[in-house]
């Protein structure tokens, strides 16, 4: 089992749309959750982090679920320039290393 | 501007040739970091340095090399020994305080 799983993609879906995107994690220890945004060809930028009540900036909402061990990402009204890979990111439980998943790719259509 | 800086942003190089990739940050992170992408792909660590003088070795070292002589930089040498070494390599530097790490631009490295 890989340490951190995400939603496979592609996710293609209407302006508008609310879409949801799921990452497991394995290690129970682990204590910093993030998610980014990578743009075709570009390098990925922090999203936001998770914390343990939730998060929410604007359009996007972050949650994490310890006892199920996953990190959600809920994107509403879905614009067109929200199309990119999100990458959910686990810190493996103390010190700097952290994992990343493997991202899932989303197509917002006009 | 205090950001990550990376170069070139593209590199070709002939196969057994060594290669340098520099990263350069002003963030005063402590930890610095170096993953490679393959297209379609996810990050894979390849180093990380947590402070100066001290690094460990990521999920595919093997083929790499690093130093930490300074707090702002962290160049990886790509040697002849990694066998397919045309790959987007990205740096990243973090903060003891949250560990969120702030991403440089990536050089893409092509081995003909």
């Known amino acids: 089992r890989k340490e951190v799983e995400q939603d496979p993609g592609p996710f293609n879906v209407p302006e508008g749309a609310t879409v949801a995107f799921n990452c497991t994690y394995s290690n129970s220890a682990s204590q910093s959750f993030f998610w980014y945004r990578q743009d075709c060809r570009k390098e990925p930028k922090l999203l936001m982090s998770?914390?343990?009540s939730g998060n929410e900036d604007g359009r996007f909402t972050a949650q994490l679920n310890r006892a199920s061990q996953y990190i959600s990402l809920l994107i509403r009204d879905s614009k067109l320039s929200d199309s990119a890979t999100y990458l959910c990111?686990?810190?493996?439980?103390?010190?700097?290393?952290?994992?990343f998943g493997a991202g899932t790719r989303l197509f917002v259509k006009a | 501007d205090g950001g990550i800086t990376q170069s070139p942003k593209y590199l070709f190089r002939k196969e057994g040739q060594n290669v340098t990739l520099s990263c350069e940050q002003n963030?005063?992170?402590?930890?610095m970091y170096w993953y490679r992408q393959d297209p379609g792909q996810g990050l894979r660590l390849i180093y990380y340095?947590?402070?100066?003088?001290?690094?460990q070795k990521g999920d595919i070292a093997e083929g790499y090399s690093v130093s930490r002589e300074k707090k702002e930089s962290f160049p990886l040498t790509v040697t002849s020994a990694q066998k397919n070494p045309t790959a987007f390599y990205l740096c990243a530097s973090s903060s003891q305080v949250n560990n969120e790490q702030f991403f440089g631009p990536g050089t893409r490295l092509t081995v003909l």
């Open positions: 963030l005063n992170h402590d930890a």
């Open positions: 340095s947590q402070i100066v003088n001290d690094f």
């Open positions: 990111a686990v810190n493996s439980g103390g010190g700097f290393k952290t994992i």
């Open positions: 998770v914390y343990s």
